[in-house]
């Protein structure tokens, strides 16, 4: 390891560093706009000039490794003329628009220009003007910004995998752009933005909304998908204004989906903002006793097996168990967090990441079964691609299902379960890449467990990690991807049939024949709600979206920004979510609702505060005791073997941007699908 003495103190660094990593180390602030610790080095804007000892002229740190013995000055008289001077020259093209850049308040540029610029400039000639490019409706550009970074054409090329933006024409001619009139087509092209050290690439939809010290930022957990990535929320006043990215190496790093960043103008559509209660058909605005009343009014006297209860997809834990307690003092075992109807359950390394997404990085060969993980889960997909690139193109990944494209290299085996036994008996060639690695891994998404034989593929999945050594000593490379950020939670919870209970299709067959009179809908909308048309509906949700539709009592809950919440992602983390605003008009905590229906019904629930409902969830699993630490859960039986059906997997997800209600009331996600969802009414994603 070299040591190296930078301003007078000596440090030691790993092998590979760069004196600029050395300086930090150190605690010496370089400043730096190309350098960006996830991408390859550029060293092409000079900002971070340090003074080497017997070097003729000042070194770019990040490009330089450092070696044994180095002297390196980070504020000698020589450097901060070099950085002066580079900061000159960055500014000749740039304009003056500061005052109505969105990037004011939070510029990198103007932060570094304030400690090394001049107050007045030298350069007399005119000012370089660049066409702005059109990148979607998720990137604003002001290309005459740019100052040549190419932080955004390194992000597009190496994490995202798409290759669309580039630096063309040479010299003072130089720019960055796509090198064809297209869009970003990527899940992640959001994450451009806040690459962007100026104000070239800012946010369309946020664009002149508000200065970034006019804003509340409250930490969170994002609910678009099963991956859990940590996010904050930027408010004002009662208004979400956007989400942005918070750092967590072991879930996103500091990346995050579009939907995620972008679907929040959802929550200001078709909001639930009072109770509602069905009456000659038609659905009157109602007082919360009146909506009780109506609720125990049917309820009373009904045997619990006539009673059913579906959690949705972006439900808190704390609602779940609330509402799980009341099917349980109503007599009730009919519920179920499994909107898709898919043969999940029993040992929790059945249904859970086992390899967890850091673990990724440790994986030298993957199998995905009936998942198209870059709609489902960017950020697993982009993990899967910083994965292929550590290994330079060795790490192997095949895929049986769909043939949707990872971004890197990929081996399509085939559509359905035949190749699935082909792997499991040695057959297929990339059973040999399986028996070869060290750490090989599967990825078993719902296409292919919310299948009528989705018990059967569980089972020979499970065999085929048996098979191949993919469950050995302190790895476990047994994963099943969520697309909903409620169903590992509520699985933990035992929110599923109990004995003699009835699972989500039971459910909605019984409702339809009219064995099952009362529904009880927290927040589910991903069912097929023609078979309710018999059953009394009451709907707990944030929008009105398809379960509200058909309720007879609608309670208007709060949306996941504006509550305090428990959720479990895939890889079986425990996060909590945080209250950025309060609910809209008289909308409540979704356990709060819960707990006030039981107290109505005169079956209260034992708990009147947020704390008592988690001590609850604990005493129901204990998991829910470690927050923000995957468990390791022990492998077990589970899976039932039998007949697998020869049609091909298909993902469950056809259109990446709306899959739940906040998404598809979002006007900036309806843009996404009509500029890159090629047949939206047919569900093809592009």
């Not at 040992?347 to 990724?360: D, H, K, L, Q, V």
Request: proline share 4%.
């Amino acid at each position: 390891m070299p040591k190296l003495t930078v301003d007078g103190i000596e440090v030691e660094v790993e092998a590979g560093a760069t004196v600029l990593q050395a300086c930090e180390e150190a605690g010496k602030e370089i400043p730096r706009f190309c350098y960006h610790e996830r991408l390859s080095i550029a060293g092409n804007c000079r900002m971070c000039l340090v003074e080497m000892e017997r070097a003729p002229k000042p070194v770019a740190s990040c490009a330089m490794p450092a070696a044994d013995g180095m002297v390196i000055k980070t504020d000698s008289d020589l450097v901060k003329k070099a950085r002066n001077g580079v900061m000159e020259f960055l500014l000749i093209n740039h304009p003056l628009d500061c005052p109505i850049c969105d990037q004011g308040g939070e510029c990198d540029l103007q932060d570094q220009a304030m400690a090394y610029g001049f107050d007045s400039s030298r350069y007399t000639e005119k000012k370089r003007a660049v066409k702005d490019k059109e990148l979607g409706p998720i990137v604003k550009t002001i290309m005459t910004r740019c100052i040549h970074c190419t932080r955004c054409v390194r992000f597009s090329e190496e994490v995202a995998g798409v290759g669309t933006m580039g630096a063309v024409y040479r010299g003072e001619d130089t720019e960055v752009g796509p090198y064809i009139e297209a869009s970003i087509n990527s899940e992640l092209s959001g994450n451009l933005i806040d690459l962007c050290p100026v104000g070239a690439l800012t946010s369309k939809p946020y664009a002149f909304t508000a200065r970034p010290w006019e804003l509340k930022k409250t930490d969170s957990v994002d609910v678009m998908d099963a991956v859990g990535s940590n996010i904050r929320i930027d408010t004002r006043g009662s208004e979400v204004l956007r989400v942005l990215p918070r750092l967590n190496e072991d879930v996103n790093e500091e990346w995050i989906s579009d939907k995620t960043r972008y679907a929040i103008d959802g929550l200001k559509r078709q909001r639930l903002d009072r109770p509602y209660v069905r009456v000659n058909g038609k659905l009157v605005p109602a007082s919360w006793d009146e909506a009780f009343a109506a609720i125990k009014a049917k309820v009373a006297g009904l045997d619990g097996k006539k009673i059913a209860a579906l959690a949705g997809d972006t439900v808190d834990c704390e609602s779940m168990t609330a509402l799980k307690d009341l099917m349980g003092k109503l007599g009730s075992s009919n519920l179920d967090c499994r909107q898709d109807g898919s043969k999940i359950g029993g040992p929790r390394s059945s249904y859970i990441f086992n390899s967890t997404i850091a673990g990724i990085e440790e994986a030298d060969a993957c199998l995905i079964v009936g998942a198209n993980v870059r709609a489902e889960a960017p950020i697993i997909n982009s993990r899967l691609r910083k994965r292929w690139r550590m290994t330079a193109g060795d790490f192997r990944l095949a895929l049986i299902g769909e043939n949707w494209d990872p971004t890197f290299k990929h081996d399509y085996l085939g559509a359905g379960p035949e190749t699935l036994t082909e792997i499991l008996e040695g057959k297929n060639d990339f059973a040999k890449v399986l028996e070869a690695a060290s750490n090989p891994m599967i990825i078993l998404g719902m296409g292919a467990l919310n299948r009528e034989d989705g018990e059967a593929v569980l089972a020979t999945a499970r065999a085929i990690a048996d098979k191949y050594g993919m469950v050995t000593g302190e790895w476990n490379g047994f994963n099943v991807l969520h697309t909903a950020a409620a169903r590992v939670g509520g699985l933990d919870l035992g929110f599923v049939p109990g004995e003699g209970g009835l699972s989500t299709t039971e459910i909605l067959d019984g409702a339809a024949k009219g064995d099952v009179e009362v529904v009880y809908l927290l927040g589910a909308d991903e069912l097929d709600t023609s078979k309710l048309s018999k059953a009394f509906v009451v709907y707990q949700g944030c929008l009105g979206d398809a379960g509200a539709q058909v309720a007879d009592v609608v309670l208007p809950g709060a949306a996941y920004t504006e509550k305090n919440g428990t959720y479990v992602n895939t890889e079986g983390r425990v996060q909590y979510g945080w209250r950025a605003v309060f609910p809209v008009g008289d909308a409540r905590e979704d356990w709060k609702i819960v707990r006030a229906l039981s107290a109505s019904l005169g079956l209260t629930l034992p708990y009147d505060n947020i704390e008592a409902v988690r001590t609850r969830m604990v005493e129901i699993n204990d998991v829910f005791g470690s927050v923000n630490v995957p468990r390791k859960a022990a492998w077990g039986d589970f899976g039932k073997a039998g007949v697998m059906k020869s049609e091909g997997f298909a993902s469950p997800v056809r259109n990446f941007y709306m899959t739940d209600p906040i998404s598809r009331a979002s006007v900036t996600m309806a843009k996404c699908t009509e500029a890159f969802v090629k047949d939206a009414a047919a569900g093809k994603v592009a």
